[in-house]
């Protein structure tokens, strides 16, 4: 960690948008590639006058579907939506709550499992001390920097990781860095 660090300057971990439009981003990108999810969520943002859960709601189904979304992706769309709109989701109570917690609360949404939750802890609640271990990019990065290329373990990488606690999400940032220099964002 202490000879990437350095490699990457000024660039940090920045929050953007608010919780329910970096959800929905997360749900409309999923098994696409960043091009063309960036194509249909502007599809997709132009459908509501503002994106919020309650204009989703209001959107239909057949709009939805031709701005490029899957069946299934409008049914994840509409539950994050209920889930939002219903107060279901405690936005306000995140400050106060673990990690943990969260992750619990999000993943009862459809469409949203544990990954999409830890990429939300670090992105856009800029939680520092999460290690999402069923990250491709992390386990590759530790492999590249740790063990020469060798394939690591889950075990491995959390062996790795108990010297960056309490900012596993910054060291992280920095070990997906080191296999793509352009800064992550969701």
Known sequence: MKRLIPQFGDACLQSRGDPFTTLARSIVGQQISVKAAQTV???FAKLPRKMTAANVLKLK??????AGLSA???EYLVDLSLHFDSGAIHVEA???MTDDEIIAELVGI??????????FLIFHLMRPNVLPLDDIGLLNGISRNYFSGDPVSRSDAREVAAAW??????ATWYIWR?????PVEY
């Open 178 to 182: 080191s296999l793509d220099p352009l």
């Open 61 to 66: 189904v057949d709009d939805m579907q031709a």
């Open 110 to 119: 459809r469409g949203i499992g544990r990954w999409t939750a830890e990429m």
């Open 94 to 96: 995140w400050q106060a």
């Open 41 to 43: 969520w502007d599809r």
């Open 165 to 170: 606690i309490p900012y596993c999400s910054v």
């Open 72 to 74: 299934r992706k409008i």
